[in-house]
């Protein structure tokens, strides 16, 4: 027995529209008993025996007349009561599908691609706002298809502040977001002897430095991640050391190393100890040619340990298409990585250590800037001292790093903080602002 649909389409197919049209017409004319599918007085009146419709879409089998049921419902109903077909806008009758991917972007519009003629519009790119200077942001379109045009997803709302364990919570806090309806971030983990105390997801460093983006931002340390406000009393400058040895994840030579003095460090058999690692596995959105972050870089060994070899660092590893190796992206403009030797150093007093081959460096910034972060201690302070060297203090201020990615890649992102040869004095990084680029760029740079 034929179903109402092949039944539609056989009398489509063989008789042609014109044919069916005038069939349907002649249903609804009451001069026409031939078609009056009732048992009652003919005619198109509301009356019991009214005309029925000539198809009736069910869920079910079909009855043999073209009239209205007389019986019990094919579909299992009662009697003359056959449920319409529900049209559930997936596929046609044939069994092909009504779900279109015209540009080839992976999704169809069924799959919530709102603009089926750009592969750069889909639920795997990525939206944004003025604010990021990006012109994805100001494009009027959405891009990201979440029904909101030129917004950036934000997702740190919902955390709280403290030494947290979860590793995703970081990515959260730097403001790395899943879209909608596609995954950005598909993996997170903390690697290495990571202490419970060097990590922290705050609202504030000190007095003078908040969120760029969002509500909070990760916090990691070589030390306690914590500043004044969160622990009144604490001063890192005091040194923390975490108890735990690692290997250093990317050792240079003496030849690469080359300090502010001219002079080098080989770093291969150089201990590695207060070791963080935050890893992260990330797929880029549909329409990004690069990311950018922000982060600020403060230390108890500046400038006391200026040029004088092994010191705390803050690595930016990028593992991807381009860099198969894990490879260091954050440096300083002299190409030095982003430790007591960096020339960004900014919130700080002015230096000049005779004692380092004419070691000097003039500060842009006075150091209130860094107030309550505990990181705000002059240099010459005596009464806090390691060996013969007065300790101090600095930071490097806001910094923004971007590095060139290939559109929907999965990359490995790796922050990282640790302290070459001992375990004394502090260092710290705050990490926040993370955003797409729909530009490509061809190597990594970081400045102000």
């Known amino acids: 027995m034929k179903t109402r649909r092949s039944k539609e389409r056989f009398v489509s197919a063989h ?51 073209l009239g209205a049921d007389s019986g019990s419902g094919d579909d299992g109903s009662a009697a003359g009561t056959d449920a319409a077909y529900a049209f559930d806008g997936f596929a046609k009758p044939d069994g092909s599908s009504y779900c279109f991917d015209s540009d080839g972007d992976g999704f169809t519009t069924c799959a919530g691609d709102c603009n089926d003629h750009d592969s750069l519009v889909n639920p795997c790119a990525f939206d944004s706002d003025g604010t990021t200077g990006d012109s994805v942001g100001t494009d009027g379109i959405d891009n990201d298809c979440d029904g909101v ?19 995703s919570d970081y990515a959260t806090a730097a403001d790395i977001c899943d879209n909608a309806k596609c995954t950005v971030v598909t993996k997170a983990a903390w690697y290495g002897p990571v202490s419970s105390l060097s990590k922290r997801i705050t609202k504030h460093m000190g007095n003078g430095f908040s969120p760029h983006a969002g509500s909070f931002m ?17 001063r890192p400058g005091d040194g923390t050391d975490l108890l735990n040895t690692f290997v250093h994840p990317s050792p240079l030579t003496a ?7 001219g002079q080098g460090q080989n770093e291969a058999n150089v201990s590695i100890h207060d070791y963080s690692e935050l890893r992260l596995t990330l797929t880029a959105p ?11 870089f403060f230390s108890t060994e500046y400038p006391a340990y200026a040029c004088r070899g092994y010191n705390d660092t803050f690595l930016v590893m990028l593992t991807s298409k381009k860099y198969q190796a894990p490879t260091q992206i954050a440096f300083d403009p002299g190409g030095g990585r982003i430790n007591v030797n960096n020339s960004f150093f900014s919130a700080c ?8 081959l004419g070691y000097t460096h003039t500060c842009q910034q006075p150091l209130s800037t860094i107030a309550g972060t505990g990181y705000d201690i002059k240099y010459g302070t005596t009464s ?65």
């Open 255 to 261: 030849v690469q190393n080359k300090n502010p003095c």
């Open 286 to 296: 549909i329409n990004a040619g690069s990311f950018t972050f922000d982060f600020n």
């Open 384 to 448: 806090l001292t390691v060996g013969n060297l007065n300790k101090g203090s600095g930071a490097t201020n806001w910094l923004k790093t971007s590095a060139p990615i290939e559109p929907g890649e999965t990359f490995t992102l790796s922050f990282i903080v640790f302290d070459e040869g001992d375990g004394i004095l502090d260092s710290a990084v705050n990490i926040d602002n993370f955003r797409w680029g729909s530009a490509s760029i061809g190597s990594p740079v970081t400045g102000r």
């Open 349 to 356: 007093n002015d230096v000049v250590l005779s004692d380092k």
């Open 15 to 65: 008789l042609g529209w014109p044919l069916l049209i005038g069939m349907l017409a002649a249903c609804s004319d009451s001069t026409n008993p031939a078609f009056d599918g009732d048992s009652g007085s003919g005619g198109s009146s509301p009356d019991a025996g009214a005309d029925a419709p000539l198809f009736v879409f069910d869920s079910g089998g079909v009855d043999s007349s």
């Open 218 to 234: 990760a916090f990691m340390s070589t030390g306690i991640s914590d500043d004044l406000t969160d622990t009144p009393g604490y």
């Open 149 to 167: 045009i030129d917004n950036r997803r934000i997702c740190d709302g919902s955390l709280v502040s403290g030494h947290g364990a979860v590793a």
